[in-house]
T-cell receptor
């Protein structure tokens, strides 16, 4: 089984709808991250969490919110989706001292 | 603030030839440097990292990277390219302390030509 899973894998939604993307991990890592990938822009950090009680904004957090329900679960919500939030979204985990991140397979979100 | 630059959007290499994917970084203090690879319709996979020690680090799939502090570079290399190496490659940098947000470059698409 994959160490980092994301659901759904694909989602099409309409402008103004609320949507939640979910991430679960079995690596036992404390640190979890949400990124979005856009062509030509690389990966941009939306939110990150170093433990259940520690949530931090990344470089593009406007329009997004997160919930860290447990060490293994980190959800990303779009309260009112807009078309420029159409992107590929990745969840990742890491832990010191290794620091390298382990990524989920991604969620392709389309907002029409 | 840390940053990372991948100056080439795309690199084309003939199969069997050596390949280099370039990365330069800017960070205060000692950098933690990473390379990741993304195959189509997949998440990113960790290839290798430099934290300390030998400037030449070896990673998965025969890749290696050389840390050059004076040039603030961390170029990815492979002596002999395979068609299966065709993918999107990301360089990333962190300061390695508690606030270890990893900043990614925009990616370089590597095409290995048969």
């Amino acid at each position: 089984d994959a160490d980092v899973t994301q659901t759904p894998r694909n989602r099409i939604t309409k402008t103004g709808k609320r949507i939640m993307l979910e991430c679960s991990q079995t690596k036992g890592h404390d640190r979890m991250y949400w990124y979005r990938q856009d062509p030509g822009l690389g990966l941009r950090l939306i939110y990150y969490s170093f433990d259940v009680k520690d949530i931090n904004k990344g470089e593009i957090s406007d329009g997004y919110s997160v919930s860290r329900q447990a060490q293994a679960k980190f959800s990303l919500s779009l309260e009112s989706a807009i078309p420029n939030q159409t992107a590929l979204y990745f969840c990742a985990t890491s832990d010191p001292p290794q620091y390298e991140q382990y990524f989920g397979p991604g969620t392709r979100l389309t907002v029409t | 603030a840390q940053s990372v630059a991948q100056p080439e959007d795309q690199v084309n290499v003939a199969e069997g030839n050596p390949l280099t994917v370039k990365c330069t970084y800017s960070v205060s203090g000692n950098p933690y440097l990473f390379w990741y690879v993304q195959y189509p319709n997949r998440g990113l996979q960790f290839l290798l990292k430099y934290i300390t020690g030998d400037n030449l680090v070896k990673g998965s799939y025969g890749f290696e990277a050389e840390f050059n502090k004076s040039q603030t570079s961390f170029h990815l290399k492979k002596p002999s390219a395979l068609v299966s190496d065709s993918a999107l490659y990301f360089c990333a940098v962190s300061r390695g302390n508690r606030d270890d947000k990893i900043i990614f470059g925009k990616g370089t698409r590597l095409h290995i030509l048969p």
